[in-house]
């Protein structure tokens, strides 16, 4: 197996994407930190991973708050002695323009999406660089890349995701860390199924988004995983500093 005998971290490992990449990581032979501020959906991926015969952990932290972040790594090394991939995963959506959005409410989405990236990677890739090499993958979205009307935040801390992980692709190079991040299109979880809800006609709302995309389908947490486990594996070797954009298609039209 890929990842036998090796340590992963995911944050926001709960529900949707994250769970999906702990459980594809696990399948492979990880060890899993699950990170989540819900500790109900937190534990049920633990359990999931521990019924398919994984080894996994809970650990539950607000990402964007430094303690916890450092709290992470600490627990990290007491239950497994080593870290050797970090998927920084976590993040949340709000809508408005920058007019309709409060002070508070932009705060909270960088701070999830954008600062708890880089708070966890302050706080594991030290561990990371004791094995002599590993890697780091960011979750980013095409809204890091293109946009659409009244997503400010969360498009802000998208593009910064995409700058931040080509500055921590050079500045770890040396330490034989590879640094990437997918930016995913729309992908069916419990945070698009949300998005639905508020334009109060879900249904019709996933048909338009699928519908949007090339593939004229909105794309799987699970595929999405596989693109996060390829580019920590060593099949991408050569691979750092890249945006992989997973998304039917949908930013390739005009």
């Given at each position: 197996?890929?990842?036998?005998?090796k340590?992963?971290?995911?944050?926001?490992?709960?529900?949707?994407?994250?769970?999906?990449?702990?459980?594809?990581?696990?399948?492979e032979?990880?060890?899993?930190?699950?990170?989540?501020?819900?500790?109900?959906?937190?534990?049920?991926?633990?359990?999931?991973?521990?019924?398919?015969?994984?080894?996994?952990?809970?650990?539950?932290?607000?990402v964007?708050?430094?303690?916890?972040?450092?709290?992470?790594?600490?627990?990290?090394?007491?239950a497994?002695?080593?870290?050797?991939?970090?998927?920084?995963?976590?993040?949340?959506?709000?809508y408005?323009?920058?007019?309709?959005?409060?002070?508070?409410?932009?705060?909270?989405?960088?701070?999830?999406?954008?600062?708890?990236?880089?708070?966890?990677?302050k706080?594991?890739?030290p561990?990371?660089q004791?094995?002599?090499?590993?890697?780091?993958?960011?979750?980013?979205?095409?809204?890091?890349?293109?946009?659409q009307k009244?997503?400010?935040?969360?498009?802000?801390?998208?593009?910064?995701?995409?700058?931040?992980?080509?500055n921590?692709a050079?500045?770890?190079?040396?330490?034989?860390?590879?640094?990437?991040?997918?930016?995913?299109?729309?992908?069916?979880?419990?945070?698009?199924r949300?998005?639905?809800?508020?334009?109060?006609?879900?249904?019709?709302?996933?048909?338009?988004?699928?519908?949007?995309?090339?593939?004229?389908?909105v794309?799987q947490?699970?595929?999405?995983?596989?693109?996060?486990?390829?580019?920590?594996?060593?099949?991408?070797?050569?691979?750092?500093?890249?945006?992989?954009?997973?998304?039917?298609?949908?930013?390739?039209?005009?």
């Amino acid at each position: 197996m890929e990842f036998e005998g090796k340590v992963a971290v995911i944050t926001g490992a709960g529900m949707g994407m994250g769970k999906a990449i702990a459980i594809a990581f696990a399948e492979e032979g990880a060890s899993i930190v699950v990170v989540d501020v819900n500790i109900d959906t937190g534990q049920e991926t633990v359990k999931t991973i521990q019924n398919k015969g994984g080894q996994a952990i809970f650990i539950q932290a607000d990402v964007s708050n430094a303690s916890d972040a450092q709290q992470i790594s600490i627990d990290t090394i007491n239950a497994f002695e080593r870290i050797d991939v970090l998927v920084n995963n976590a993040g949340i959506q709000h809508y408005g323009s920058v007019i309709e959005t409060t002070e508070e409410e932009w705060d909270q989405v960088l701070g999830v999406n954008l600062k708890s990236i880089f708070l966890c990677s302050k706080y594991c890739i030290p561990e990371i660089q004791k094995q002599g090499s590993g890697s780091v993958i960011n979750i980013a979205s095409v809204q890091g890349i293109a946009s659409q009307k009244r997503v400010c935040p969360y498009s802000a801390s998208k593009g910064g995701a995409i700058s931040l992980t080509r500055n921590m692709a050079i500045d770890f190079a040396e330490d034989n860390i590879r640094v990437n991040c997918v930016c995913p299109g729309s992908i069916d979880t419990p945070l698009l199924r949300a998005a639905a809800e508020l334009t109060g006609n879900s249904q019709q709302a996933i048909e338009e988004w699928a519908d949007a995309h090339v593939l004229k389908r909105v794309g799987q947490p699970e595929e999405v995983a596989q693109v996060v486990l390829f580019l920590a594996s060593n099949k991408a070797s050569f691979i750092t500093g890249a945006a992989y954009v997973v998304d039917g298609g949908l930013i390739t039209q005009l």
